[in-house]
Nanobody, 124 residues
Framework: QVQLVESGGGLVQPGGSLRLSCAAS????????MGWYRQAPGKERELVAA???????NYADSVKGRFTISRDNAKNTVYLQMNSLKPEDTAVYYC??????????????????WGQGTQVTVSS
């Protein structure tokens, strides 16, 4: 299968910046979309930003103009540059990826994987 490992979370003051990274590993044949979701206490998980292999992006309205998602397709890695952070950005951020992997039994199979989550806290 495919595993996702995130890094880069932490504590930052309002107005500050953080950069999250997520690397995919495993028997990957192709990754279609890689993205970031977040879940704050007592709230549902929501899409923050996503990027397709062709470069199309989608952002939540609340982060447009402040967050930028980018990908290194050769490294199967996605990044989230977060600027002008606000206390309401505080949440656990999860990486997500979908695509196709090489299955020893059936040849190819689809996957939709999640990372373990990384905490982002914006507070003075």
């Amino acid at each position: 299968q495919v595993q996702l490992v995130e890094s880069g979370g932490g504590l930052v003051q309002p107005g500050g910046s953080l950069r999250l990274s997520c690397a995919a590993s495993g028997s990957i044949f192709k990754i279609n979309t890689m993205g970031w979701y977040r879940q704050a206490p007592g709230k549902e998980r929501e899409l923050v930003a996503a990027r397709t292999s062709g470069g199309s992006t989608n952002y939540a309205d609340s982060v447009k103009g402040r967050f930028t998602i980018s990908r290194d397709n050769a490294k199967n890695t996605v990044y989230l540059q977060m600027n002008s952070l606000k206390p309401e950005d505080t949440a656990v951020y999860y990486c997500n990826a979908d695509g196709t992997y090489v299955s020893s039994g059936t040849g190819f199979a689809s996957f939709n994987s999640w990372g373990q989550g990384t905490q982002v806290t914006v507070s003075s």
